[in-house]
């Protein structure tokens, strides 16, 4: 096999998988990344701790992506999950599973993974170029030459690996611009969307609660009238309303339903194991227990402490009223708060302030036996500037590792 010239841009978990692979293929690999430090993102993913992967098998992962999930099974084929955990076990980095299926690093450090990776381009010989930024890309007949650099130098390759993220977390350099590139080249984008991404609400009582997480609940997303989409599992509060895992994981749906200018809103149900009846006869026994008791004391037995003035407040029954004062309306109306805790969804977060970006370089455009280009040969793409985004859980950083893993290999083999 000939040696090939091959550039890839972007040191993300993506670009560097591609480099490594086009490398350990004997291939001349230089790998371009306009920040002074490799994988900024990954350092930040799964707050620091890096959930690397996830064990799900294929079909239950493939189920995961918000769309385009099939797109993958090529690439997942030749690299998945269990390749991923050989890959840093064998180089002597211990890993661990968390529930549902989460892998982390033992040591809970993101830093772990990413200095293998980059011990790994050091022994391949990988040559890296920092603080250098892809301004444009060179292409005759159809094929690719080479790129153009921010600072004016020209760097000659038969293949290119673009790996440079999506839009999210701009600071981290994920800002777009290999994906305005390829715009450029004839490529289509498909709509950039914030991905797993916070809401923010009407009601500012979510400030009050900043913080405060709350498991095993369901929400139930509607218009007011039809549902959107409903599911149990934890929600955290913030300064401006709500966020957590099982908000994230239903964000897609709510942003396409916010972008046709539908109103939306959210009921919490704080008790989804309990009939509103269950409820009554528990608020009835607790308090004929002592009916001198004061209804915040009441309430604890049932809620957050940290939440009872503030679910007082909504229901508007003075907190320090004894359970003897409480009337008939006022109980009937704290059951109906426990099922359905309303609030109005305004907006999602910016873009940047989500996860994941949504939409990228068209996956039509794209081969996904081998994530070479089909409108320029000899260029690939790889990682999250694909229109691929998938749900928490590790799915997207396997997709980065998975794809541009395929991309280096096949941008040297063929
Ligand atoms: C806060 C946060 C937490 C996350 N946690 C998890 C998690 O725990 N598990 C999970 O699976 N996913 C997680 N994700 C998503 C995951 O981090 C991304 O999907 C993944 O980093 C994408 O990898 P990538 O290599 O495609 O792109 P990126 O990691 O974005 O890397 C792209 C690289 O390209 C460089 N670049 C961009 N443009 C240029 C240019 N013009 N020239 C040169 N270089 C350029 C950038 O500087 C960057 O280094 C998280 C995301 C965020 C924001």
């Not at 430090?37 to 098998?57: A, E, I, P």
């Not at 993101?110 to 930024?133: A, D, F, G």
């Not at 194991?273 to 915040?296: H, V």
Request: glycine share 8%.
């Amino acid at each position: 096999m000939n040696t090939k010239k091959i550039v890839v841009v972007g040191g993300g978990p993506s670009g560097i998988m591609a480099a490594i692979r086009a490398a350990q293929l004997n291939q001349d690999v230089t790998l371009i990344e306009k920040n002074s430090l490799l994988g900024t993102k990954l350092l930040l993913s799964g707050k620091g701790r890096c959930n690397l992967t996830n064990t799900s098998g294929p079909e239950l992962f493939l189920a995961r992506f918000s769309k385009n999930g099939q797109f993958l099974r090529d690439a997942f084929k030749i690299f998945f999950n269990l390749d991923l955990l050989k890959f840093f076990q064998e180089r002597g980095l211990k890993l661990k599973s968390e529930r549902q299926k989460r892998v982390f690093p033992v040591t809970d450090k993101s830093s772990s993974i990413l200095s293998v990776l980059k011990k790994e381009l050091i022994k391949n010989k990988v040559k890296i170029i920092y603080k250098t930024t892809l301004k444009d890309i060179f292409v005759q007949n159809r094929k690719i030459k080479g790129i153009l650099s921010g600072h004016g130098t020209t760097i000659l390759c038969e293949r290119l690996i673009l790996a440079t993220g999506g839009v999210t977390y701009a600071f981290t350099g994920s800002s777009g611009e290999g994906l305005e590139i390829s715009k450029r080249l004839g490529h289509k984008i498909t709509g950039l969307k914030p991905g797993l991404v916070p809401f923010e609400t009407r009601q500012k009582y979510p400030k009050n609660l900043k913080n405060l997480m709350l498991k095993n609940i369901q929400l139930k997303f509607s218009d007011g009238q039809r549902q959107i989409v409903s599911d149990i599992g934890e929600l955290l509060f913030t300064d401006f309303g709500i966020s957590g895992a099982l908000v994230l994981s239903l964000s897609g749906r709510i942003v396409d339903w916010l972008d046709e200018d539908k109103q939306v809103c959210v009921e919490i149900d704080l008790k989804p194991a309990l009939s509103k009846e269950q409820i009554n006869g528990r608020l009835l026994r607790e308090f004929n227990q002592d009916s001198r008791a004061k209804i915040k004391k009441v309430l604890k037995s049932m809620l957050p402490i940290a939440m009872i003035s503030t679910f007082l407040e909504i229901a508007k029954i003075d907190s320090n009223k004894s359970v003897s004062q409480i009337t008939q309306l006022e109980r009937r109306n704290l059951v109906s708060l426990f099922k359905a805790l309303r609030l109005d969804i305004l907006r999602s977060r910016p873009i940047d302030q989500a996860m994941i970006t949504r939409g990228g370089v068209s996956l039509k455009d794209v081969n996904p036996r081998t994530m070479e280009s089909r409108l320029i040969k000899g260029l690939y793409f790889s990682g999250e500037m694909l229109d691929l985004d998938a749900d928490t859980g590790g799915f997207n950083l396997q997709a980065a590792f998975s794809t541009g893993y395929l991309a280096g290999e096949s941008a040297s083999l063929n």
